[in-house]
């Protein structure tokens, strides 16, 4: 069996397009009662930016099917997801979910 790896390239597409979606559901989506998306994370930080290397994607796969990374902001294992989005999703008829690396 060979060793399972993350293209570079696919990795930073999908880190792309989930910073996208998130950035329009921040513009377009239903408004928050504080009108920030991230309620809880961080936020004595002015901003919020998780780097994940490559080779602890790489690691989380070895013992797992997937690694689900959190796009909503309500996860309590951020940056992981842990489903939260789907209450998330109920109370505001949003489609959020999240980014799913899979070996």
Known sequence: MGQSS????SLTVGIGVGM????AVRRFGPAQSSGHINQSVDKDKDKVATMCKLNDVEDILKD???AAYC???????FPMCDGSHA????????N???LVFKK
């Open 96 to 98: 959020t979910g999240p």
């Open 87 to 94: 209450a998330f999703n109920k109370a505001t008829g949003d």
């Open 20 to 23: 996208v979606l998130m950035a």
């Open 64 to 66: 797992k099917p997937a």
């Open 6 to 9: 993350i293209d570079p390239i």
């Open 71 to 77: 796009r909503c902001w309500r996860s309590k294992t």
